[in-house]
């Protein structure tokens, strides 16, 4: 139970951190589908810089300054999707897309080249991360996630900031007119997703496991935070059920084989599977009162009406 | 700039507009591709990088031609997916997940029936036509985004495969010292279902280059006329640009929303059957992080194509061209993703090459109603030569 436990958090706190990045983006009126590149991207620049930190630095700082690389890789690499959303006014399911496939290929490439074995294998010490409360093992993820939830509420309903971002993806033209900067708000939506996102990616390689490869990218995950961010309705504390909701059936397909669910015979296809399912069911039965920002997906341009 | 496009009279001249674009973008492509190189090892980043991406399959040839040529077969058909998909308004980006659901029953067809190699290509088909439909009906009747519901069904689907195929190791299909599925060229009893080569294997040195290519090239042709010179594609377009006015016409929207999917996922799984009945490599189901790459290399292919369905076919070749091509770099100073890099920062470029399209429209036509019309072809047959070498 207390395995159960641990996992979902880990898990749960990584599609959250991923979800509430893309309900930025999509508040301001941008689809970031390219939410699992900024994963593999703030992923691999965490990784190398725990890599390349001395190991006499103090556990504190490895955490901070591996959290904070990979946020501004993140937010660095989201600047390509706002950039050609934004300025350029490109499709931003097909610049998403293409994002996520060059991001494999850029972390691959990067990962080659600094791991001593010439494979996109990258191994580093997790232990930083790691703390335990009464037996129940946790990464700093989790307190860290619970706080940016909470930031991420305030930010979003009792600042003005937050108002304005999501005046821009209900109605940019009547944003406009009232004096708010469109693009600018969109880029700061972009931002905090790459920046959410980069951090998610992080969470989501290093805990667990000492060495990652590559060559997998995150597996889904930026996907599955997609689904958990449209099965919250874009709320931040809808967002966070959803992720934990989804993150029993991954740490099921974990554990499966050490509790009374072994009896079942499943393999963890099935409940590698379940997430997905139960994400398209849950999506048909609430497509009809969809709580999507209005405007998103529909690149802003002054002169239309 | 539509509006632009659509004034102007020729197709010719937005075609020829398309080409240069996507010869941008290429360029470009290449260019970052170069400096990445001199980046990683800048002694061997002409002779040993550079050129050896270039030249693609001839490095080595004819062997490295026909590998080319075998990876460039499917790859057309999940390119036609995503392209045939685009023409009706729709993003198929579950081509990869279409593409596993194909590869299951060409393999099953072909291993557990033992059927004739065109029976396992149809098996292929309709089961990755299955699998594209899902997303269509979502689309149709629960107003989901198509591409959420995708890329749902892509894992989903990969999931499915594996545990069908794996089924805890004692699964018939599979072979447990290779942990793959079972070599069809290494039995006799499969020989049937391996698509015939009349003699490519040979000329190519290879064990898999067959008629697939010419197959998919086929497939090409009869998408281009099915969307341009009939009816039915005129209204699966007709729903993508504006499904109101489609219904208005009296097209039944829903139908040709779940109809479009199921076309473009049978294209996707057709590609498998060819990938997979060539026997260019087999299924591994141990695999469960990743989606086979064919289905997302499918959108860069369309992209480049600009969603064109004979332009397909000259894409897949010239990204099947560079990724083998990175095959080729020596490990000693290159990572072989060097390739993969390229195309993504093309497709990257695609993304918004409408705006380069612009610019040259404008910078080539300014004063086209002028221009003499035996001009303009020249640069078509350029990259034609180009990429089809």
């Known amino acids: ?305 | 700039m539509n509006k632009k496009k659509l004034s102007h009279s020729g197709s010719l001249q937005s075609s020829v507009t398309s080409v240069l674009a996507a010869l941008l973008c290429i360029l470009i492509g290449l260019l970052v591709g170069f400096l990445v190189l001199v980046a990683i090892n800048p002694a061997h980043a002409w002779g040993d990088g550079f050129v050896r991406i270039i030249k693609g399959g001839f490095h080595d040839a004819p062997y490295g031609v026909g590998k080319e040529l075998a990876n460039a077969a499917p790859l057309i058909m999940t390119g036609l997916s995503v392209a045939f998909a685009f023409k009706t308004g729709l993003f198929n980006i579950g081509a990869a997940g279409q593409y596993t659901l194909g590869a299951y029953g060409a393999l099953y067809c072909a291993i557990m029936l033992k059927l004739p190699w065109f029976v396992c290509l149809l098996a292929a088909a309709v089961l990755g036509g299955l699998w594209g439909a899902i997303p269509g009906f979502f689309k149709a009747y629960f107003n989901i985004n198509e591409v959420i519901t995708s890329i749902m069904f892509n894992w989903i689907g990969l999931y499915l495969v594996n545990e069908l195929i794996y089924q805890n190791g004692t699964g018939p299909m599979y072979d447990v010292r290779n942990t793959r599925t079972l070599n069809l060229s290494k039995n006799a009893d499969f020989a049937q279902s391996l698509i015939p080569d009349f003699g490519l294997n040979k000329l190519f040195q290879t064990n898999s280059t067959t008629i697939a290519i010419f197959l998919a090239a086929a497939v090409a042709v009869l998408i281009w006329v099915v969307l341009n010179k009939t009816t039915f594609g005129y209204e699966l377009k007709a729903v993508g640009l504006n499904k109101n006015a489609a219904r208005y016409a009296g097209i039944n929207e829903k139908k040709n929303i779940i109809l479009s999917m199921a076309i473009a996922g049978a294209l996707a799984g057709f590609g498998a059957g060819l990938f997979f009945l060539s026997n260019v490599s087999q299924w591994n189901p141990l695999n469960s992080t990743s989606l086979p790459g064919m289905g997302f290399n499918g959108i860069s292919v369309a992209l480049l194509a600009s969603s064109n369905p004979i332009g397909t076919v000259f894409s897949a070749l010239f990204i099947s061209h560079i990724s083998v091509g990175g095959s080729f770099l020596s490990t000693k100073f290159y990572p072989t993703e060097i390739s993969d890099l390229i195309s993504g920062i093309i497709i990257y470029l695609c993304a918004f090459s409408m705006l380069f399209r612009g610019k040259i429209q404008s910078l080539l036509f300014r004063n086209a109603e002028k221009t003499n019309v035996n001009a303009e072809p020249a640069p078509a047959a350029e990259k034609t030569k180009k990429e089809g070498k």
């Open chain 1, 1 to 305: 139970m207390l395995l159960l436990i641990k996992y979902t958090l880990l898990y749960g706190i990584v599609l959250m951190l991923v979800a509430l990045g893309g309900m930025f983006s999509e508040h301001s009126g941008i689809i970031n589908i390219a939410l699992e590149g900024i994963m593999v991207i703030g992923g691999v620049a965490g990784v190398l810089t725990l890599t390349m930190l001395p190991a006499s630095l103090s556990p504190f700082l490895v955490v901070l300054i591996s959290i904070l690389v990979a946020a501004l890789a993140g937010v660095v690499y989201s600047l390509l999707l706002a950039f050609a959303s934004i300025n350029l006014k490109a499709d931003q399911t097909i610049g998403g897309t293409a994002l996520n496939l060059l991001a494999t290929a850029i972390a691959v490439v990067i990962s080659k080249y600094f791991s001593e074995s010439g494979s996109a294998k990258l191994n580093y010490s997790n232990k930083p991360f790691l703390f335990s409360i009464g037996g129940l093992e946790l990464s700093v993820f989790v307190p860290l996630g619970l706080i940016l939830l909470v930031v991420s509420y305030i930010v979003l309903y009792k600042t003005r900031f937050g108002l304005r971002l999501r005046a821009c993806g209900e109605h940019p033209q009547a944003a406009d007119s009232v004096g708010i900067n469109v693009y600018k708000m969109r880029y700061a939506g972009v931002i905090l997703s790459g920046a959410l996102g980069a951090i998610g990616g992080l969470a989501y390689i290093v805990p667990p496991v000492q060495t990652w490869n590559f060559e997998v990218g995150v597996a889904g995950a930026g996907f599955l935070a997609l689904a958990v961010m449209i099965f919250g309705q874009w709320k931040p504390f809808h967002i966070f059920g959803a992720a934990m909701f989804f993150a029993v059936f991954k740490s099921l397909a974990n554990i499966a084989d050490s509790t009374f669910l072994a009896q079942l015979h499943w393999s963890s296809n099935i409940y590698n599977m379940m997430p997905f399912v139960a994400s398209m069911v849950i999506l048909a039965f609430t497509s009809k009162n969809s709580m999507a920002p209005k405007a998103e997906g529909i690149p802003y341009d002054k002169g239309s009406r």
